[in-house]
Each structure stands twice: as structure tokens, then as C-alpha cells.
């Protein structure tokens, strides 16, 4: 089955800076990326996602890459503020299943 | 309040009670997912259903975990003779559309099994 690898950790930046969280998949079969935030004590919820046939999404200050040779996603956080402060799973959907295989969080901290 | 909804939000039990959590979806939803979810990790497959079928079950669920979406809406999600490693945040989430449909999660049933 699929394995996501998530990096880093935790991630501490200054407000402002930017983040660059990094996700690895195993499945070469895999088309969907989903970037999931969840803040302490709440739901996960979507925030931006690529599909396969895309190298780069982007949304206001929160932009998505995927290299599908070298099978990695990254998040990247631009102007960060202390509102950014949550955990940040990555996902991956291989195309023939219909259930998304998670990362193991990155936790962001934005101090001011 | 159109979310996914969960019930309880929280629950404690004994060790080798039986537990069942309720999950009612987007109401327009076809797709339903149960995960699973413990401190430090990300939300871990259970099983999934496409309106009332159950198409996928993880490997890793044990035989004492099950779940039913008898008529296509809500479900509910199982768990007899509790074990302390059932402590869990147990997520629903639901999607509708397509393959990529994204997932709406509920805020979810906290469990502890003393």
C-alpha cells in the first residue's frame, strides 16, 4: 500500500517568514495531494490540494508543488502569521483505491 | 449546521466494554470514511463506504471493530471487548462527487478505555 513520509517534525518560524513543509510518497500510482490543517483541539480541514497532471497550485499566501519523478509534495507558507500556528498533514490518494494515506503531521509554530 | 457530525464527542469505558459511535455526513454526501487518529500522528484509514456498500476495510482493523451504513446516510462504528490501545480520536468524514472530492472531516469521538 501507500506510504507517505512527512518532514519536518515541528517547525518553528518567525512571523513573517515562510514555511516549506516536504512530503514523500511510495505509490507511483498516486494522482490526488491533499494539504490538510488542523489547529489543537479541532477538525483537520483542507486548505489546498494538486492533482497529478499539475507541477504547482497556488492560493494567496499557500502554494503546492509536486515532483512525480522523484514522487515528493511540498507546502510552502509564505508571510506566515501566528493564525498559521497548527498541525499540517500531507496526504496521498492512489488511483486505484479511494481512501487518502496521511503523513505524520508537521506541528508549525508562527511566533510573533 | 450542514457539517459531518459526530456522537458522542467523547467517551470513557472499561476495558472490554462494547462502544458504538454515530456519524451522520454531509447530507448530500455518497462517500463516508471512518479514521482513526492518536497524538503526534495523522489520521489512520478504517474503512470507507460509498453510500450504503462497504468497499474498503484497512488490514489493520481488528475483528472486533465494525461498521454499517445501513441506508446510505449515517453510520455507526463498532468497537466490542475495548482494549486500552483502542484510545483513540475516532474521525468521520464524508465527500461526494468524484475521486477527489475532498474530505470534510467531523470533529470526531474521543475514546478512553481504562
Known amino acids: 500500500g501507500e506510504n507517505v513520509e512527512q518532514h519536518p517534525s515541528t517547525l518553528s518560524v518567525q512571523e513573517g517568514d515562510s514555511a516549506v513543509i516536504k512530503c514523500t510518497y511510495s505509490?507511483?500510482?498516486?494522482?490526488?495531494f491533499p494539504w490538510y490543517k488542523q489547529e489543537l483541539g479541532k477538525r483537520p480541514q483542507l486548505i489546498i490540494d494538486?492533482?497529478?497532471?499539475?507541477g504547482e497550485k497556488k492560493d494567496q499566501r499557500i502554494a503546492v508543488t509536486l515532483n512525480k519523478t522523484a514522487k515528493h509534495f511540498s507546502l510552502h507558507i509564505t508571510e506566515t502569521q501566528p493564525e498559521d500556528s497548527a498541525v499540517y498533514f500531507c496526504?496521498?490518494?492512489?488511483?486505484?483505491?479511494?481512501?487518502?494515506?496521511f503523513g505524520k503531521g508537521t506541528m508549525l509554530l508562527v511566533s510573533p | 449546521d450542514t457539517g459531518v457530525s459526530q456522537d458522542p464527542r467523547h467517551k470513557i469505558t472499561k476495558r472490554g466494554q462494547n462502544v458504538t459511535f454515530r456519524c451522520d455526513p454531509i447530507?448530500?454526501?455518497?462517500?463516508l470514511y471512518w479514521y482513526r487518529q492518536t497524538l503526534g500522528q495523522g489520521p489512520e484509514f478504517l474503512t470507507y463506504?460509498?453510500?450504503?456498500?462497504?468497499?474498503?476495510k484497512s488490514r489493520l482493523l481488528s475483528d472486533r471493530f465494525s461498521a454499517e451504513r445501513p441506508k446510505g446516510s449515517f453510520s455507526t462504528l463498532e468497537i466490542q471487548r475495548t482494549e486500552q490501545g483502542d484510545s483513540a480520536m475516532y474521525l468521520c468524514?464524508?465527500?461526494?462527487?468524484?475521486?477527489?472530492?475532498?474530505?470534510?472531516f467531523g470533529n470526531g469521538t474521543r475514546l478512553t478505555v481504562t
Open positions: 468524514a464524508s465527500s461526494g462527487g468524484h475521486q477527489h472530492s475532498p474530505l470534510h
Open positions: 505509490d507511483s500510482a498516486s494522482n490526488y
Open positions: 494538486i492533482r497529478s497532471n499539475v
Open positions: 496526504a496521498a490518494l492512489n488511483s486505484g483505491y479511494s481512501t487518502l494515506t
Open positions: 447530507s448530500e454526501h455518497n462517500r
Open positions: 463506504f460509498q453510500n450504503e456498500a462497504q468497499l474498503e
